[in-house]
């Protein structure tokens, strides 16, 4: 079992930065991805951005060109990057683990709140 715990979330204006930090209770090297997803109020949860133990990275459409994920085995955490956020990005945004080729996440942080005011 993975215990994931999500850090970095916060209040940002328009045009602004922030990094969150998802550390992981156990190493990471071989977990075959780590993604963040998150969810906005009313709205499905999406996935955002995924990278794979090979370095491989996923973004949604939205995200591309402004968020980077990226992970530090040593440290067992992966980061995501977000500059330049907009209101739209507003939400709670979780890390997840996926084991294997298939699409399922088997666990997941609590999550941590991104509000970003126009």
């Known amino acids: 079992q993975v215990q994931l715990v999500e850090s970095g979330g916060g209040l940002v204006q328009a045009g602004g930065s922030l990094r969150l930090s998802c550390a992981a209770s156990?190493?990471?090297?071989?977990?075959?991805?780590m993604g963040w997803f998150r969810r906005a109020p009313g709205k499905q949860r999406e996935l955002v951005a995924h990278?794979?133990?090979?370095?491989?990275?996923y973004y949604t459409d939205s995200v591309k060109g402004r968020f980077t994920i990226s992970r530090d085995n040593a440290k067992n955490k992966v980061y995501l990057q977000m500059n330049n956020l907009k209101p739209e990005d507003t939400a709670v945004y979780s890390c997840?683990?996926?084991?294997?080729?298939?699409?399922?996440?088997?666990?997941w942080g609590q999550g941590t709140q991104v509000t970003v005011s126009s």
């Open positions: 997840a683990v996926r084991l294997g080729p298939n699409l399922v996440y088997q666990y």
């Open positions: 156990a190493s990471i090297v071989s977990i075959y991805a």
């Open positions: 990278i794979t133990s090979g370095g491989s990275t």
